[in-house]
């Protein structure tokens, strides 16, 4: 699938008064002295969807991140999966707490190769605000019945992100971020492809990120094994010996290898990688991961069983209307919302189901498909 355009930006440029405006202007002026000279200044974006006037403090990366904290989607990805469905345990890890771990992970590299924090941190926050309920299960579900109506279409997560913050939050008006943000979100996803950095497709415009591309990968291969023995569906002798050898017996360790890694592979460069016997490393943890958790059901969540409720839920929504809840049609009559056409149909019941949590997905399902008198 071709990657969509992003459009360029509006140029941001505007007479103001700097007097106003003198601490976002001092600040961008500590960027320019103190940035690397392959970071993406904020005073240089290339701006936005829509034109703003400036914030009088903040950049416009500093308020880009401030936007997505504040978002309705973010909030809800506290109660959606990262690997396994609603854990009693409290210690397992969120889409949201993997969300801070990118974020923490993006930004050490980041100040390292003196990179913008912000605009780094911004890409970490939003990167999975588009994610579905039941983590990557989710995501195969919408996109396989997805395509039984509309053939040839795609669900793609990191497209939903940007869909998220273009379009759907704020009533329809979207976030209005700067395009470097957006192309970050568009660019972080990489699937089951090893992570050499400098091939593929897809790659985002600029080093911030392509360091969220890296955190990303850095962060769910290590909590994962983190929740995955905490679990009991594997144990740290498990682990390919010789990736621990080169990377670590501990979590931090590991992290610490990954990071330190990507940081000497990358200093004063216009690029940014892993490289050597610590990238073979971590792809092979990667490959690890996926055939012994990811593909794996276990006592903790059955995968199948999520993927069948959300297909369920979309086909009633799209060929029954009737039984859409109001936030779904919003003010618009079942009629109307039947008489679109079969693809904006989809659409919309996408956008829907792809923002629900865990939890509220599973209790449409029981109003929709369980007799009430039933205990559940």
């Known amino acids: 699938m071709s990657r969509p355009d992003i459009g360029r930006g509006i140029d941001l440029s505007q007479s103001l008064d700097n007097a106003d405006h003198r601490i976002r202007l001092a600040y961008e002026q500590l960027e320019a002295r103190n940035l690397g000279p392959y970071a993406q200044l904020s005073a240089n974006t290339r701006g936005r969807l829509l034109p703003e006037n400036f914030d009088p403090i903040r950049t416009e990366f500093q308020r880009d991140r401030d936007r997505i904290l504040h978002c ?28 801070l771990e990118v974020a923490q992970i993006g930004r050490t590299m980041a100040r390292a190769l003196q990179l913008n924090e912000d605009l780094t941190e911004g890409i970490s926050l939003a990167h999975d605000l588009g994610h579905t309920p039941y983590g990557h299960a989710g995501e195969d579900a919408l996109d ?113 290898s990954m990071v330190m890694n990507v940081v000497l592979s990358s200093e004063g460069q216009n690029i940014v990688q892993m490289t050597g016997d610590v990238l073979d490393a971590t792809n092979k943890l990667k490959d690890f991961m996926y055939d012994n958790v990811y593909t794996v059901d276990s006592r903790y969540g059955d995968m199948q ?64 498909f369980v007799p009430q008198n039933w205990t559940a």
């Not at 973010?74 to 397992?92: A, C, G, N, S």
């Not at 998220?164 to 970050?184: C, F, H, M, Y």
């Not at 090893?194 to 360091?211: A, F």
Request: some cysteine; hydrophobic content about 35%.
């Open 72 to 99: 309705k989607a973010f909030r809800r990805l506290k109660h959606k999966t990262q690997v396994f469905i609603e854990p009693e345990e409290d210690h397992y890890r969120t889409r949201l707490t993997h969300t």
């Open 305 to 368: 069983k999520a993927k069948d409720m959300l297909k369920q839920l979309f086909r009633l929504y799209v060929e029954r209307p009737d039984q859409a809840p109001p936030s779904l049609l919003g003010s618009q009559p079942a009629e109307e919302f039947n008489a679109l056409s079969l693809a904006d149909r989809c659409l919309r019941v996408t956008d829907f189901i792809a923002g629900m949590t865990d939890r509220y997905a599973a209790q449409r399902f029981i109003n929709h």
């Open 144 to 256: 396989e019945v997805l395509r039984e109506y509309v053939p040839g279409t795609r669900f793609r997560h990191y497209q939903q992100s940007l869909r998220v913050v273009d379009i759907l939050e704020r009533d329809g008006r979207g976030l209005n971020l700067t395009w470097e943000l957006r192309d970050g979100i568009l660019s972080h996803s990489k699937g089951r492809k090893d992570l050499g950095i400098l091939g593929g497709e897809n790659l985002p415009d600029t080093l911030e990120g392509m360091v969220v591309r890296i955190a990303d990968r850095v962060a769910y291969i290590n909590h994962d094994i983190d929740d995955a023995v905490r679990a009991g569906i594997i144990s740290h002798a498990d682990l390919p010996v010789d990736a621990v050898k080169v990377l670590g017996q501990s979590h931090s360790a590991r992290i610490s």
